[in-house]
């Protein structure tokens, strides 16, 4: 997803007070693109974050604040600018690149 700043990045966000971290990722997938979590999986920290893998239901819909929405599919070019991070986080996952302790 992209907002303002025209990069793509994952959906996340800074938890509410005493929400799980598990909680912030469920909620902030719900808020910016509309759809529902029905299978969460913890995969590993990247600095200061804990990522997650999530299966979801719905119509993906942006939120106010983020401008479009994107699939990203491991091995494919895409047309698209992602942000530093949130492709060393795609890159780990798929195994393209080595897991490094990111914290």
Not at 28 to 40: C, D, H, M, P, Q
Not at 76 to 98: A, P, Q
Request: no cysteine; proline share 5%.
């Amino acid at each position: 997803m992209s907002s303002s700043g025209g990069y793509y990045r994952l959906p996340g966000g800074k938890p509410k007070k005493g929400e799980a971290s598990i909680q912030t990722a469920i909620r902030e997938l719900r808020e910016e693109t509309g759809l529902r979590a029905y299978y969460v999986n913890y995969l590993f920290k990247f600095h200061a974050s804990k990522i997650f893998k999530i299966r979801a239901k719905g119509k993906p819909t942006p939120s106010n604040e983020i401008h479009h929405l994107a699939y990203y599919r491991p091995g494919k070019e895409m047309d698209v600018k992602v942000s530093y991070n949130t492709r060393k986080i795609l890159n780990k996952h798929y195994g393209l690149e080595e897991a490094e302790d990111e914290s």
